[in-house]
């Protein structure tokens, strides 16, 4: 999800609902702590430099249980944060604390956020000599072998 994507489903919003990936909603007294952008500059496994750029939504609770966010203050909180941001229409990161930090993607069925699982992957596949078939599945691991030339 991009932020112009937010500002528009919060302004169609009575209550902001987020929803984890197991299906659970966040508690209804949450806090929107930070509104950041975050950029990701690294070299990958291949040698190639890459960059990446995200705005970061960082959502936290307390036990202010009467606590609710309104959709005009998060739609406040958003523009406020547009001179950090700048003008591009980033897409956006959610951080929510877990057993750790997690990361995770967003979408918006027309009534919930959704926070979606975010996966590693190996940008330079070619050069790790990682097979095709291997790359497309997540959960097994293929192991490195010394001059193998895996990342």
Same mark, same amino acid.
């Given at each position: 999800?991009?932020?112009?994507?937010?500002?528009?489903?919060?302004a169609g919003?009575?209550?902001?609902?987020?929803? %984890?990936?197991? *299906? +659970?909603?966040?508690?209804?007294?949450?806090?929107? &702590?930070?509104?950041?952008?975050? $950029?990701?500059?690294?070299?990958?496994? *291949?040698?190639?430099? +890459? +960059?990446? $750029?995200?705005?970061?939504?960082?959502?936290?609770?307390? *036990?202010?249980?009467?606590? +609710? %966010?309104?959709?005009?203050?998060?739609?406040?909180?958003?523009?406020?944060?547009?001179?950090? %941001? /700048?003008?591009?229409?980033?897409?956006?990161?959610?951080?929510?604390? #877990?057993? &750790?930090?997690?990361?995770? /993607? %967003? $979408?918006?069925? /027309? #009534?919930?956020?959704?926070? &979606?699982?975010?996966?590693?992957?190996c940008l330079?596949?070619?050069?790790?000599?990682?097979?095709?078939?291997?790359?497309?599945?997540? #959960?097994?691991?293929?192991?490195? $072998?010394? /001059?193998?030339?895996?990342?």
């Amino acid at each position: 999800m991009k932020i112009s994507e937010m500002k528009q489903s919060l302004a169609g919003l009575t209550a902001i609902n987020f929803k %984890l990936p197991d *299906g +659970r909603y966040l508690p209804a007294h949450f806090h929107v &702590t930070e509104v950041g952008l975050v $950029t990701k500059h690294f070299v990958d496994c *291949g040698g190639v430099e +890459r +960059r990446e $750029t995200v705005a970061n939504f960082q959502l936290w609770e307390a *036990g202010d249980y009467d606590h +609710r %966010l309104a959709p005009e203050k998060f739609l406040h909180i958003l523009n406020l944060s547009d001179k950090i %941001l /700048g003008r591009e229409d980033l897409d956006i990161e959610v951080e929510y604390q #877990q057993a &750790t930090i997690g990361k995770f /993607g %967003l $979408t918006f069925d /027309g #009534q919930d956020f959704s926070l &979606t699982a975010k996966q590693t992957a190996c940008l330079a596949q070619d050069a790790c000599g990682i097979p095709s078939a291997f790359a497309v599945l997540p #959960q097994l691991q293929v192991a490195c $072998t010394p /001059g193998g030339g895996c990342c």
